[in-house]
């Protein structure tokens, strides 16, 4: 019979969009971690690294949502995970605390205030843990504004800015590391000269969830191989909030672009470049009946030796949130870890969880990848400089 922990917790997940599908998939893991750890704690890929920084298993989970509706009710709706599976963890979802989301078209240093003030509730409750922001809000537009700015003052007397701004910002200025899992960009250089200044580790772009992931395996494969590619057509369909979000051209953008650009940043060509445009071609299609459980395809044209053409077909079916919950705890654990190690800053090493990676120099292949994951944990044990 499994026995539940009772430790203090060693990582406190601050979650914007927290009763989203992947916030609630998080919410239930960390319940699970804690009364029978095997079923979520084999799904992670730090469950061996940061020995220092306590249990793995050992995770608070607490955030803000506009929603009012509570966790169970939350993830009954996005029908992610059966009742099954969570209707005994029900009483231990509703102790989970959720704050209201500041209203968005206050000022944004007025939403930092309050950010701020329901952070430092949240670090009394567990004074041990040390707290990660994970930012799961829905995908947003790109506001050109923001880029421009150059003061912190500039950018907190914008009104109705973007809501993740919020969030980081709040984060960033209470010395607490960000994850940023969406597709949105929060790194302005005013945010980046924060971070650095304060040393805290800023991770992100836009988690690799499924395709992009394996399209980054194959890509790296094909080119270890010398062979071309002549041509990558990508179909994704999903039926979640975030897929019907995703219709929006707008919000779609910055998702569409983080899928498309690494695949030529891989090679070092322009997929294409034989036809004068682009065939690497990436649709999201929002189709209702498939909710969570989303399926892509890939065809992949290929080349080899006298030109002479050959294929490859790929279809996952996958599910959206129960693949992005324990990334979402890795990354909260790594970002966890570097600032105990005082490593802060856009952190590019940690490239192989994201489809557009912070800072300068990411790695791009999967092999760059997995390496500077290796290369990260040793800076962390303070054995590379
Ligand atoms: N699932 C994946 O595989 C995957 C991969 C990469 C990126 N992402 C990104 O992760 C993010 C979260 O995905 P999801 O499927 O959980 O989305 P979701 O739409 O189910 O959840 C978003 C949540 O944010 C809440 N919210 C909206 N505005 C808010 C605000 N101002 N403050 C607080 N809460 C607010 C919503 O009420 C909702 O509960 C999306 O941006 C998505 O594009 C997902």
């Not at 944004?108 to 004074?127: K, T």
Request: hydrophobic fraction near 45%.
């Amino acid at each position: 019979m499994p026995s539940e922990s009772t430790a203090s917790p060693s990582v406190l997940m601050l979650i914007a969009g927290a009763k989203g599908a992947i916030g609630t998939t998080v919410a239930l893991a960390a319940v699970q971690l804690r009364k029978d750890p095997a079923p979520v704690l084999s799904g992670l890929t730090t469950a061996q690294r940061f020995a220092d920084l306590g249990d793995p298993a050992h995770i608070a989970v607490a955030g803000w949502d506009k929603l009012q509706t509570p966790i169970a009710e939350a993830l009954r709706r996005h029908g992610v995970l059966p009742e099954s599976l969570w209707q005994e963890h029900a009483p231990f979802l509703s102790q989970i605390e959720i704050r209201s989301a500041p209203p968005e078209a206050a000022l944004l240093s007025d939403q930092v205030e309050a950010i701020q003030g329901d952070m430092r509730h949240f670090l009394a409750r567990w004074p041990s843990a040390q707290p990660v922001l994970v930012n799961l809000l829905p995908a947003a537009w790109d506001i050109a504004q923001l880029h421009r700015l150059e003061t912190l003052d500039e950018m907190l007397k914008v009104s109705a800015p973007l809501p993740d701004l919020a969030y980081v910002l709040a984060a960033v200025l209470s010395d607490i590391p960000v994850v940023n899992f969406t597709p949105n960009t929060v790194e302005f250089p005013v945010v980046c000269r924060e971070a650095r200044r304060r040393g805290v580790p800023l991770a992100g772009r836009d988690g690799k969830t499924g395709q992009t992931y394996l399209k980054v395996v194959l890509a790296s494969a094909l080119k270890a191989r010398s062979l071309y590619v002549d041509g990558w057509y990508s179909l994704n369909i999903l039926g979640n909030a975030d897929g019907r979000n995703l219709m929006d051209p707008d919000r779609a953008c910055g998702k569409l672009a983080n899928k498309t650009q690494l695949l030529d940043e891989i090679l070092g060509y322009k997929v294409g470049e034989a036809y004068g445009e682009s065939s690497h071609k990436v649709h999201i299609d929002y189709y209702p009946p498939r909710g969570d459980a989303k399926e892509a395809w890939d065809v992949i044209d290929f080349k080899g030796i006298f030109g002479l053409p050959m294929s490859l077909r790929l279809n996952l079916q996958g599910r959206d949130s129960i693949l992005a919950a324990p990334m979402a705890i890795d990354l909260a654990r790594w970002a966890a870890a570097l600032k105990k190690a005082g490593i802060g800053g856009p952190i590019p090493e940690l490239g192989f969880y994201f489809k557009k990676a912070v800072g300068d120099d990411a790695p791009l292949t999967f092999q760059e990848q997995l390496a500077a994951l290796d290369r990260l944990e040793q800076k962390i044990r303070g054995e590379r400089k």
